[in-house]
């Protein structure tokens, strides 16, 4: 991938974010970069070990998802339509920091250290019932059944590293 300029985040930043992500329901919290309508998004994730999102895909062409490790361990998941896992890509610090997730390909991300921090781009203006489409085939993030769902996906992560 196309190395890129990463904005500057302060070792301040980087507490604070991880301190909301943790204390939030869904243990993560996005620090956007980006004006309201811009065309070019950009934002930091700090995500908590224990934060899980739901499959998902981000319906248009121009909806790329680049990806960067900026700090930890996190296992990106492709699934096919059915929610079988298809591809496990690790980013890590001396190894591989970033990925680029294309359009209309169901992915998730799963903590590997306890805190992970990515700065991510995408194309498009943000508009919340376009921006992604969450796959039917796995729990929504506010459900008992996606608990287990998280513990069943970090195993396969896991197994993908040997």
Same mark, same amino acid.
């Given at each position: 991938?196309?190395?890129?300029?990463?904005?500057?985040?302060?070792?301040?930043?980087?507490?604070?974010?991880?301190?909301?992500?943790?204390?939030? /329901?869904? %243990?993560?919290?996005? %620090?956007?970069?980006?004006?309201?309508?811009?065309?070019?998004?950009?934002?930091?994730?700090?995500?908590?070990?224990?934060? *899980?999102?739901?499959?998902?895909?981000?319906?248009?062409?121009? %909806?790329?998802?680049?990806?960067?490790?900026?700090?930890?361990?996190?296992?990106?998941?492709?699934? /096919?339509?059915?929610?079988?896992?298809?591809?496990?890509?690790?980013?890590?610090?001396?190894?591989?920091?970033?990925?680029?997730?294309?359009?209309?390909?169901?992915?998730?991300?799963?903590?590997?250290?306890?805190?992970?921090?990515?700065?991510?781009?995408?194309?498009?203006?943000?508009?919340?019932?376009?921006?992604?489409?969450?796959?039917?085939?796995?729990?929504?993030? /506010?459900?008992?059944?996606?608990?287990? *769902?998280?513990?069943?996906?970090?195993?396969?992560?896991?197994?993908?590293?040997?």
């Amino acid at each position: 991938m196309k190395k890129i300029k990463i904005p500057y985040l302060s070792t301040n930043e980087s507490v604070s974010g991880i301190k909301q992500a943790n204390d939030s /329901d869904r %243990k993560r919290f996005a %620090k956007i970069l980006h004006t309201s309508g811009a065309e070019f998004n950009e934002v930091f994730n700090f995500i908590n070990h224990d934060s *899980y999102m739901q499959p998902h895909l981000h319906p248009g062409v121009e %909806k790329i998802e680049h990806i960067h490790l900026i700090e930890g361990r996190v296992a990106i998941l492709f699934f /096919d339509d059915k929610g079988i896992i298809n591809n496990c890509t690790i980013l890590e610090k001396n190894g591989l920091t970033s990925i680029k997730v294309p359009a209309f390909t169901w992915h998730t991300y799963i903590m590997l250290t306890e805190n992970v921090i990515t700065y991510e781009t995408m194309m498009g203006i943000y508009k919340p019932e376009t921006w992604k489409k969450f796959a039917g085939w796995a729990p929504r993030e /506010d459900t008992l059944e996606s608990i287990d *769902y998280l513990l069943l996906l970090r195993r396969q992560a896991i197994a993908c590293l040997a």
